[in-house]
């Protein structure tokens, strides 16, 4: 069993930064490959970026590439979302997941462990 907390989001003004972190349990974090998601009212879930457990590979949506950085401390079993230049429509509560896994997916369904969420708003 992994449990995810995830902290760091809040209200920010377009143009904006916010670094969001997810610390892990467990003594095996290096073997898990770590995602982000978003979830905004009334639209499905959708991947933000997502990193393979050594750290050395990682993957963003259009929508966050060039904006968003992706990266780990295995040490602390912590993954992080460097999110610059905020956008309104980056508004939404932003979940970390994990899974056991070499390859990484983009897709939510083949995340097994989810954090509660955090809510970034970006003011316009």
């Known amino acids: 069993q992994v449990q995810l907390v995830e902290s760091g989001g809040g209200l920010v003004p377009t143009g904006g930064s916010l670094r969001l972190s997810c610390a892990a349990s467990?003594?095996?974090?290096?073997?898990?490959?770590m995602g982000w998601f978003r979830q905004a009212p009334g639209k499905e879930r959708e991947f933000v970026a997502a990193?393979?457990?050594?750290?050395?590979?990682?993957y963003y949506a259009d929508s966050v590439r060039g904006r968003s950085t992706i990266s780990r401390d295995n040490a602390k079993n912590t993954v992080y979302l460097q999110m610059n230049t905020l956008k309104p429509e980056d508004t939404a509560v932003y979940y970390c997941?994990?899974?056991?896994?070499?390859?990484?997916?983009?897709?939510?369904?083949?995340?097994?462990?989810w954090g509660q969420g955090t809510q970034v708003t970006v003011s316009s």
């Open positions: 990193i393979s457990g050594s750290g050395a590979n990682t």
């Open positions: 997941a994990a899974v056991a896994s070499a390859v990484v997916p983009w897709t939510p369904y083949e995340y097994a462990y």
């Open positions: 467990g003594r095996t974090f290096v073997r898990y490959a």
